[in-house]
């Protein structure tokens, strides 16, 4: 199978770049805020509450909106809803015990896990590429995890186990994405993240200590959101194979963002660690997206898919004029 073009390569990358440094701001705002004392669950909160109008405005450019959030499978949206939710919580907390820089390369593992857990949970075949790029990759997980060393290995921990749910999540996506729209799942995983933080708060709820850190909390769900409606933008405009790549970019952000607020120069194993980490993500990427033709990826920040599922072949098409690209959603899961 051949690429599938990119019609506006410039304007997706626009997209795309301003999706990855939208959300490395965040990660920046969800570390300030959890080391000032702020609780997980009021990050997640904000996170949620506030991305829900970015949402809606998302699907409120359907021509069906209202058909477009109905759904036959409450209760398959709850599941993947509270997995995501607990790998959103997981990788925030991450982002607190490690340096930004640490944690998000960390996060990078859960592509190569999804391609592992993709053989026994959807049957899927995995050849020797595939099998080889995930060992790669388990080896820079190894090593920036440094058992050895002096990394916070409780840290480490978490982030690969937000690694691991977030590779679940996308698996539960995978099976719902027959009968449910990429948005459905969306918009039903931001609701169930507003309710399941709405519960625990009251339980773990600790005073915001300055407007700082509520400014902080302000930008982790509004940016979050925006973050989420380039990323969307990009997706609908572009294969998965070229927009996917971008993503790598933030470790760039997530290291200049330690050294300048908290002086911290990573190490050895995070340089090595990284490179290898994302290697084995690109042949990964290779082999599913352009080899394979797959169009379903993993969004690692918004827990969320961000390429349309098989169901979006039979929605109506957005109110937006072709010119967009986002006409071509359709055209593209044909090719």
Not at 97 to 113: K, N, V
Not at 127 to 134: E, F, H, I, L, T
Not at 167 to 192: K, N, P, Q, W
Not at 315 to 324: E, L, Q
Request: aromatic residues 12%; positive net charge.
């Amino acid at each position: 199978m051949s690429e599938t073009a990119v019609k506006n390569p410039g304007q997706v990358f626009i997209f795309a770049i301003i999706s990855t440094i939208l959300f490395s701001f965040m990660n920046l705002a969800v570390k300030y805020a959890a080391e000032s004392g702020v609780h997980i669950t009021q990050i997640i909160l904000f996170r949620n509450l506030l991305a829900l109008p970015v949402v809606l405005l998302l699907v409120s450019r359907y021509i069906d909106s209202q058909k477009l959030l109905m759904t036959a499978r409450p209760f398959s949206h709850i599941a993947r809803g509270l997995v995501g939710i607990s790998a959103m919580a997981c990788f925030f907390l991450s982002f607190k015990m490690l340096p930004l820089g640490d944690a998000t390369a960390l996060h990078f593992a859960s592509p190569l896990i999804l391609t592992a857990l993709s053989v026994p949970f959807l049957k899927e075949k995995v050849g020797p590429w595939r099998w080889s790029a995930v060992g790669v990759g388990l080896i820079g997980v190894i090593i920036i995890a440094n058992p050895s060393g002096n990394t916070e290995i409780l840290g480490s921990f978490i982030a690969l186990f937000a690694a691991l749910l977030a590779a679940i999540a996308a698996i539960l996506v995978r099976r719902m994405g027959d009968t449910e729209h990429s948005l459905t799942i969306v918009f039903y995983f931001t609701i169930c993240g507003i309710v399941t933080a709405l519960i625990l708060c009251p339980f773990f709820w600790q005073p915001i200590v300055s407007v700082w850190v509520f400014y902080a909390l302000l930008m982790v769900g509004i940016l979050g959101g925006i973050a989420q409606y380039f990323l969307t933008k990009a997706y609908a405009a572009a294969p998965a194979a070229y927009v996917s790549v971008f993503s790598y970019a933030s470790i760039v952000f997530s290291i200049g963002f330690d050294v300048i607020f908290w002086a911290h120069i990573p190490t050895w194993n995070v340089w090595i660690g990284s490179a290898i980490i994302i290697t084995g993500g690109l042949v990964v990427l290779y082999r599913e997206v352009i080899h394979k033709g797959r169009n379903a990826r993993l969004s690692m920040y918004g827990l969320t898919p961000i390429r349309p599922t098989e169901a979006d072949l039979n929605t109506p098409a957005p109110r937006r004029r072709k010119s967009d690209g986002v006409d071509n959603v359709q055209k593209n899961n044909k090719e």
